[in-house]
């Protein structure tokens, strides 16, 4: 940490609950560990990025996509002279709160979650890591550090408006400043998600076939890369063609970021970490080219992959079984397991909102095998 505005852990404004620290690690090295080690992380192995888990084994799932936006949240802060350690630990807990398949998952649960305070992935992930994972002795979840779950909460930007119910239920416990921006190290881990997400929709898309290489090249910034390495290697392998077009789009993706995050933060020149929450603007951001490219990007990934009728079938199947799960499970809370089904005592609102912790943990083969318990007759159930 060689940057004035880092987060340095010895200033940390600490623990919910407090606690002793640790001989050999930092603070938020601790949370981090705790994110790795708890439930709700490993559940992210079988949860839709794009594709279904179980649709092919080489596609992203939330914890192989975590696990990129870590990678580069490290890298981007190493260079930046930030804290590495919180970076990395709000780029890994950035989607625990996704439900299962996604955000068709998440539109979903939003919609049947209106009348109940709503319902979004970030509060959710806060709501995880604050109450939801129940295994220390001393307080319910994994009691992170303040700056942490800052991250957590707002690594988009400030969180103004309706709040979703999670976010409001802890801000009467402890007030994570919804209405700054957060440090510079969620904001590196928030870019660092649209970095990944940029490159390797690119290559699940290209894996199933939903468009090709030269279909990129018409693209700004991707089809530079496949024209530099047809240049450079004519007749190249088709898979390594692809890997190595996509390295020089993801490299460059970073380059920019590091680039014009550099030109930001010389320009406002924040003296501390709390300068760069109240400086009202983001100071880790792509140059306005660049983002206005990705645009293009998007709009194409849009067309091609995300609305591919093979696609849309499966978005389907999944908003059907996110809805009739909550429909069972708030009309027969006798169906879910102990401890879950002590909602029935409770009125609708607060009955709904334990049906969406309950199907929001849920991993993908889970809610499917669930579903198929609760509707097929011919399912042990």
């Keep these: 940490m060689t940057a004035p505005y880092a987060t340095r852990p010895e200033a940390s404004r600490g623990r919910l609950y407090p606690e002793e620290g640790s001989t050999h ?9 705790r994110i790795i080690h708890s439930s709700a992380f490993r559940r992210l192995k079988h949860k839709t990025q794009v594709f279904v888990e179980h649709e092919g084994d080489y596609y992203r799932t939330r914890l192989t996509h975590s696990i990129e936006v870590a990678q580069v949240a490290r890298t981007v802060a190493r260079t930046l002279g930030l804290n590495e350690e919180l970076a990395e630990a709000v780029a890994l807990a950035h989607d625990l709160g996704h439900p299962p398949f996604g955000h068709t998952g998440e539109h979903e649960l939003q919609e049947l979650m209106e009348p109940h305070g709503g319902f979004d992935h970030n509060a959710q992930a806060l709501k995880i890591v604050t ?170 990934l849009y067309h091609r992959m995300y609305r591919h009728w093979t696609v849309q079938r499966m978005r389907r ?44 943990g849920m991993t993908d083969r889970f809610a499917l095998q669930e579903h198929r318990k609760l509707t097929d007759p011919m399912v042990k159930g």
């Excluded at 027969?332 to 029935?344: I, K, R």
């Design 25 to 33: 690690r930092s603070a938020f090295q601790r949370d981090r560990d």
């Design 317 to 360: 199947k999944a908003k059907l079984v996110v809805r009739e799960l909550f429909d069972l499970f708030t009309t027969g809370p006798e169906l879910m397991p102990e401890g879950w089904n002590l909602c029935a005592s409770l009125d609708p609102t607060e009955r709904a909102r334990v049906v969406a912790d309950y199907i929001a």
């Design 131 to 300: 109450r939801l994972e129940a295994h220390y002795a001393d307080f319910d979840g994994l009691n992170l550090t303040w700056e942490t779950l800052e991250g957590i909460a707002k690594h988009n930007g400030p969180v103004t408006g309706d709040l979703p119910f999670a976010l409001t239920q802890y801000a009467t416990l402890q007030d994570l400043e919804l209405h700054t921006h957060a440090s510079a190290e969620a904001q590196v881990a928030a870019i660092s998600d649209d970095i990944a997400y940029n490159n390797h929709d690119l290559a699940d898309g290209l894996r199933a076939g939903l468009f090709t290489l030269d279909d990129l090249k018409a693209l700004p910034l991707i089809g530079a890369c496949v024209e530099d390495v047809d240049r450079r290697w004519p007749g190249l392998e088709p898979g390594r063609r692809e890997h190595e077009a996509l390295r020089r789009f993801f490299g460059l993706l970073v380059e920019d970021v590091l680039a014009e995050s550099r030109r930001l933060i010389a320009e406002a020149n924040p003296a501390s970490s709390e300068a760069v929450r109240m400086l009202g603007r983001p100071v880790i951001r792509f140059s306005k080219p660049t983002f206005e490219r990705l645009k293009e990007i998007r709009g194409f």
